[in-house]
């Protein structure tokens, strides 16, 4: 594990200073310009978030804002209060003006297909799904699986499970049949919800070979029912006697064509997202319904400045939390306009993003900083041949944004007078915790700023006390928030283990910051083994059984290294079993099988063979001295090796392949 006292190290090499003050024309139309809503927030943070909740449509009030028992790790957020948020997210639109607005722009990968969808449609399609799953055995309470590609039917499938309250669980379809497979079983989901395929840099995904092949090894799915993305012409899938419908067969076998949403309690789980830890099998975070929404929300809202003329565009996939929160829930509570892009950013050319926000007159773009710098890669050439100049405000998730690529996106795509907010937040905040809000606030390339009003981050030491300005520590929370997960699926305990036990009543991060003389926050990473790639995060100790799980390999260990497009690309160290031969055929071998366990995300940039790896004489892999030779650095404290030789060898191979 890193020590807060080494990030101090990353300090001296970070010197921004550059300052850029909103537009003054932003500023003086923004939705939120009172500069006191940090203090007044801080002053009662019960009454801040109670103001928020209002925001929502609820069937009934709340009797207590917070319950809080910081012993237990327990957080209930509008104590008694009922909603539902299919209806919040489409319902309530429809008694307004809203009622023909576009919810949803989608646009498939094949440069001929898109739709749009209202808010009336949006209803109408909500309500046919929710009574085809009702109708296909799915009860309150009961969780649903979700693998599905980028199609409207996605995020139609949220919305019906939430309207009937069966929790949903989705699982990005970039994830393998081992990945799909555990989630499922760890979960206990019911049913599943898949598709044909999808398309992908012109290619098709096979999704339902893959959903197929978790299925054989999931005993509580009892139905999988199947959307024709792509059609039989297209892709030709196997489906099971018994088991398997056709989404449309489903639809059109339901008599039912609308479904009166549940009454949820606020406290009811809404999703589980699974999110990878540093050990052992990815955590379900279990979201809950009102205060989750009402976190998303005002968020979406406040943060993105949204106002009712906007096209509104993320290009997460919904397969992540930045979907979940920023796709779906929040803005369509919000009655926003939401562009959804099925494929890849460069089909059928490297301009795709650009002729998308040129066709749709996108106003904000949320996007990720590793495909900021693969555009910056690509070149100007292919945003400067677009009429971009519907863009008034740009966002950015996932890691920490370079300078560099921060100062591109301000100019090359903002044209130097759209707002950067760069998001800081997380799988288990539910919400954007640290960010600029931008009529308000300055932004520094390559610092988030400032906590959203009502959230309460500090930097700490060892001790949990507060360290002083540009001083580097944990970042922690030091008060609940709505959105906040309320527990792992079926593991409390490693809930309050994982966040809450370093410093009771504290939630704890896991990532490092420094906050400047002026507050503001500056992201560090992971103060753990979990890896960053391409704005994701992958366990090292996933990405090590996968690979110990290959029979020639005895012992692995994982290590991010810093990859210029991708923030973090993974870097293998393999002890391979007696009689097995190192080679690059080996090599390829072992990182394709990685690609096939948890799928091509996780796949190590690069393997390398060694005779043994650098362990303590307890046997603990000692990950930070490979991080060490990785990163050319003076190999660091030794004295704990079993063996110290171990790293010369391993630092000759390096050294000789870089
Ligand atoms: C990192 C994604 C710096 C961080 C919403 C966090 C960031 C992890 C930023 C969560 C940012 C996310 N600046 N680092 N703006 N946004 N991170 O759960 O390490 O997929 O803990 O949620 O991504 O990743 P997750």
């Not at 917070?66 to 104590?79: C, I, K, N, T, Y």
């Not at 930097?459 to 944990?474: E, I, K, Q, R």
């Not at 973090?568 to 007696?578: D, E, S």
């Not at 060490?628 to 660091?636: L, Q, S």
């Amino acid at each position: 594990m890193t020590t807060p006292d080494s990030f101090t190290t990353i300090d001296v090499v970070m010197t921004e200073t550059r300052r850029f003050e909103p537009p003054p024309g932003f500023t003086a139309a923004a939705n939120v310009r009172d500069p006191n809503i940090y203090e007044r927030a801080a002053s009662d943070v019960q009454a801040f978030w109670e103001g928020a909740a209002e925001r929502l449509s609820w069937f009934r009030h709340w009797d207590q804002v917070l319950d809080w028992d910081p012993v237990g790790v327990h957080a209930r957020w509008f104590v008694g209060g009922k909603l539902n948020a299919s209806y919040n997210c489409v319902d309530r639109h429809l008694s307004t003006w809203r009622k023909n607005k576009a919810a949803i722009i989608w646009e498939g990968e094949p440069t001929d297909e898109s739709r749009v969808l209202t808010y009336a449609d949006l209803y109408r399609e909500v309500n046919q799904v929710a009574a085809m799953l009702r109708s296909q055995g799915l009860q309150k309470g009961d969780r649903v699986a979700i693998y599905m590609p980028m199609v409207p039917e996605l995020a139609i499938a949220l919305l019906a499970c939430a309207r009937i309250g069966a929790p949903h669980s989705v699982v990005f379809a970039g994830f393998s049949a081992e990945s799909l497979r555990d989630r499922i079983i760890d979960c206990g989901a019911k049913m599943l919800l898949t598709a044909d395929g999808g398309w992908r840099a012109g290619k098709i995904i096979d999704l339902k070979s893959i959903a197929n092949a978790a299925v054989a090894q999931t005993p509580s799915i009892e139905r999988v029912v199947t959307l024709q993305r792509l059609g039989p012409d297209n892709h030709k899938v196997e489906m099971t006697e018994g088991r398997d419908v056709w989404w449309h067969d489903a639809l059109a076998a339901t008599t039912a064509k609308t479904v009166d949403p549940e009454v949820m309690d606020s406290e009811d789980p809404l999703y589980i997202l699974y999110t990878s830890g540093t050990t052992g099998k990815p955590k379900g975070q279990v979201h809950t319904t009102g205060g989750y929404l009402t976190g998303v929300s005002l968020t979406h809202d406040w943060i993105f400045d949204l106002k009712d003329g906007d096209v509104y565009w993320c290009t997460a996939d919904i397969g992540w939390v930045t979907g979940h929160s920023y796709i779906v829930y929040g803005p369509l509570a919000n009655g926003a306009t939401v562009v959804m892009y099925e494929g890849g950013p460069a089909f059928p050319d490297k301009d795709r993003f650009w002729a998308i926000v040129e066709k749709y007159k996108v106003s904000i773009l949320y996007t990720a900083p590793t495909s900021i710098r693969t555009f910056m890669k690509w070149g100007t050439e292919y945003p400067n041949a677009h009429d971009m100049s519907s863009l008034r405000l740009l966002g950015t998730v996932g890691e920490p944004i370079n300078p560099e690529a921060w100062i591109w996106y301000n100019e090359v795509i903002g044209k130097g007078n759209s707002p950067i907010v760069d998001t800081w937040w997380q799988t288990e905040t539910g919400n954007i915790m640290i960010s600029p809000l931008p009529g308000l606030v300055a932004t520094k390339p390559g610092s988030a700023t400032k906590p959203f009003p009502g959230i309460m981050a500090d930097v700490v030491d060892g001790a949990g006390n507060s360290v002083p300005a540009n001083t580097g520590g944990y970042l922690v929370i030091k008060h609940p928030w709505p959105a906040m997960s309320r527990t792992i699926w079926g593991d409390h305990q490693r809930y309050v283990n994982t966040y809450w036990a370093k410093f009771p009543g504290t939630y704890l991060t896991g990532d490092g910051a420094r906050r400047d003389e002026d507050g503001y926050f500056w992201l560090l990473g992971r103060v753990d083994d979990v890896l960053n790639v391409s704005g994701h995060r992958i366990g090292t100790m996933e990405v090590e059984s996968a690979l110990v799980s290959n029979p020639s390999v005895a012992e692995a260990a994982v290590i991010g290294v810093p990859d210029e497009v991708t923030g973090q690309a993974i870097v293998a160290f393999v002890t391979l079993r007696g009689g097995e031969t190192p080679s690059e055929q080996k090599a390829q071998e072992l990182r394709e099988h990685v690609a096939k366990a948890i799928g091509g995300l996780a796949r190590p940039k690069k393997i390398y063979f060694t005779a043994e790896l650098p362990k303590t004489r307890s046997a603990k892999i000692m990950r930070r001295l490979l991080r060490d030779v990785a990163e050319g650095r003076v190999i660091g404290d030794t004295t704990t090796l079993a063996d110290p030789t171990v790293l010369d060898s391993i630092k000759q191979q390096y050294d000789d392949d870089n």
